[in-house]
């Protein structure tokens, strides 16, 4: 898997790549990252990239040119899967959606910032818009490191056997169980005593159940969701 990510600030997208499971996945060439500065593909002395916005308004608008040039330096080199545009009015990501792009080879990322894009990029050049929630960020970077995070640790042989993805919270519509480490009590409050007892059907058959409480009581909407598709 290969994902460019085309940004106005890329210094902002170097830490998550450069630590634990992302770096290692990189570093064993499982993913390829690459950060493109969007500045460089700027016009003039200044090496413009934002302009006002038509009718008038606060805030500077992404333009086309620097974009249209850098996305097609980077399809002249090799073929994509999605060109995706990080926008909060964009298709809010889930476990689902980043199932479906960890089994892509090459995708584009593009971080929107400012008021946007123009909206002509949209329509010519992205294929997929992504949101990560319902809440403004001050550009698309952190939420293209969280879709990134997301999609390459499933990529398989990123994480070990011990860490499967497929326990995960939401790869089956479960949230996690509660889990504990050593000490096995600590002030008055005892590990539960089934952990403990090496009995592993019971101990697979009591994380079920939590896993089932916890997302009744606290996320009724997917717990809902999954009673009325089980039925
Ligand atoms: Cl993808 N971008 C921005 N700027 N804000 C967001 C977002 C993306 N997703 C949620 N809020």
Same mark, same amino acid.
Not at 122 to 144: F, H, N, P, W
Not at 173 to 183: E, F, I, K, M, W
Not at 215 to 222: E, L, Q, V
């Given at each position: 898997?290969?994902?460019?990510?085309?940004?106005?600030?890329? %210094? +902002?997208?170097?830490?998550?790549?450069?630590?634990?499971?992302?770096?290692?996945? $990189? @570093?064993?060439?499982?993913? #390829?990252?690459?950060?493109?500065?969007?500045?460089?593909?700027?016009?003039?002395?200044?090496?413009?990239?934002?302009?006002?916005?038509?009718?008038?308004?606060?805030?500077?608008?992404?333009?086309?040119?620097?974009?249209?040039?850098?996305?097609?330096?980077?399809k002249s080199q090799r073929t994509y899967d999605e060109v995706i545009y990080m926008t909060p009015d964009g298709e809010v990501f889930n476990q689902?959606?980043?199932?479906?792009? %960890? +089994?892509?080879?090459?995708?584009?990322?593009?971080?929107?910032?400012?008021?946007? $894009? @123009?909206?002509?990029?949209? #329509?010519?050049?992205?294929?997929?818009?992504?949101?990560?929630?319902?809440?403004?960020?001050?550009?698309?970077?952190?939420?293209?490191?969280?879709?990134?995070?997301?999609?390459?640790?499933?990529?398989?042989?990123?994480?070990?056997?011990?860490?499967?993805?497929?326990?995960?919270?939401?790869?089956?519509?479960?949230?996690?169980?509660?889990?504990?480490?050593?000490?096995?009590e600590y002030e008055d409050l005892k590990v539960p005593e089934i952990l403990l007892s090496g009995n592993f059907g019971a101990i697979d058959k009591w994380r079920h159940e939590q896993?089932?409480?916890?997302?009744?009581?606290?996320?009724?909407?997917?717990?809902?969701?999954?009673?009325?598709?089980?039925?």
């Open positions: 898997m290969r994902i460019d990510i085309i940004t106005a600030l890329p %210094s +902002l997208l170097q830490g998550p790549f450069s630590d634990s499971i992302l770096k290692r996945a $990189i @570093d064993n060439g499982l993913a #390829e990252v690459h950060l493109h500065d969007l500045r460089n593909y700027g016009s003039g002395k200044h090496r413009q990239i934002d302009d006002y916005q038509f009718g008038g308004g606060a805030g500077m608008v992404m333009m086309i040119e620097p974009i249209e040039t850098v996305i097609n330096e980077l689902s959606m980043a199932n479906s792009l %960890s +089994l892509k080879g090459n995708l584009i990322i593009l971080c929107g910032h400012y008021k946007g $894009i @123009d909206e002509r990029v949209r #329509e010519l050049l992205i294929t997929k818009e992504i949101s990560i929630g319902d809440y403004v960020l001050s550009g698309g970077e952190l939420a293209a490191a969280v879709v990134s995070d997301a999609i390459i640790r499933l990529i398989p042989g990123v994480l070990n056997n011990e860490t499967s993805a497929l326990s995960d919270s939401f790869q089956d519509d479960l949230l996690a169980p509660p889990v504990y480490t050593r000490p096995a896993a089932e409480k916890r997302t009744a009581k606290r996320r009724p909407d997917i717990w809902n969701k999954k009673h009325k598709t089980d039925e």
